[in-house]
């Protein structure tokens, strides 16, 4: 009877876990920086697919733009760095707040983690998907301003009423032509809009180029 009833308060806790709101963002130092002009680094790759940061950053400055920001352009951003002998993600990541200030003059810097991209076969599905993380730091004073991540899939709106053959036949040709055509690159378009697009809960506030700024119900 004791053992039943911790069982019961066990799982009683955990649903009352389960139903707890989640922890506001802190917005106070994002709406104390007021940036307005953004540097997006190259992402840095954690997954085994070599599209995954070339991808991910040509998708970013869409998102950006639309809440509000000034981009910097990512072409013109990373040629200065291989001018500068830095030619990978990670060499770029490197290099300081106060030095990225003094080169790009941007108010804010956008740090970006591919952590999944491409195709997987899961039993009766093929699966790309494509997840990242970003980070905001101000360029100025080297505080961070907000954090977010998001995931896509392309199994989010599929049919799963489908027989046993046909979802396995189904399962090979997507994965082959996700292969063959980097449906990756689509995917990471829309990981890149739930990430960076302004209004979400969770998400980064308006810029100062919205009709929507200083309007966020943060």
């Not at 990242?132 to 004073?141: I, N, S």
């Not at 990471?188 to 180029?209: E, F, H, Q």
Request: contains cysteine; charged residues 15%; hydrophobic residues 40%.
């Amino acid at each position: 009877m004791n053992r039943l009833l911790v069982f019961i308060s066990l799982v009683f806790t955990l649903a009352l876990t389960g139903c707890a709101k989640p922890v506001p963002h802190d917005y106070t130092a994002f709406k104390q920086s007021r940036p307005r002009s953004i540097l997006v680094l190259p992402p840095v790759n954690q997954s085994p697919d070599v599209n995954a940061s070339h991808s991910m950053l040509s998708q970013v400055t869409l998102p950006l733009a639309e809440a509000g920001y000034y981009v910097l352009p990512v072409a013109v951003v990373e040629e200065t760095f291989k001018q500068n002998g830095m030619t990978t993600p990670q060499d770029i990541r490197a290099v300081s707040i106060a030095k990225l200030h003094q080169i790009f003059g941007a108010d804010a810097v956008l740090y970006i983690d591919v952590t999944g991209y491409g195709a997987k076969y899961v039993v009766l599905a093929s699966e790309t998907r494509v997840t990242a993380t970003a980070r905001l730091v101000d360029l100025r004073t080297g505080k961070l301003l907000w954090t977010g991540g998001a995931t896509a899939s392309n199994n989010e709106q599929d049919n799963n009423n489908n027989s046993l053959v046909g979802m396995l036949i189904t399962a090979a040709i997507s994965q082959v032509a996700s292969n063959m055509m980097d449906k990756g690159h689509d995917i990471a378009g829309i990981t890149s809009a739930r990430m960076l697009s302004a209004g979400a809960p969770g998400g980064i506030l308006y810029g100062p180029y919205s009709p929507s700024y200083g309007k966020d119900k943060s």
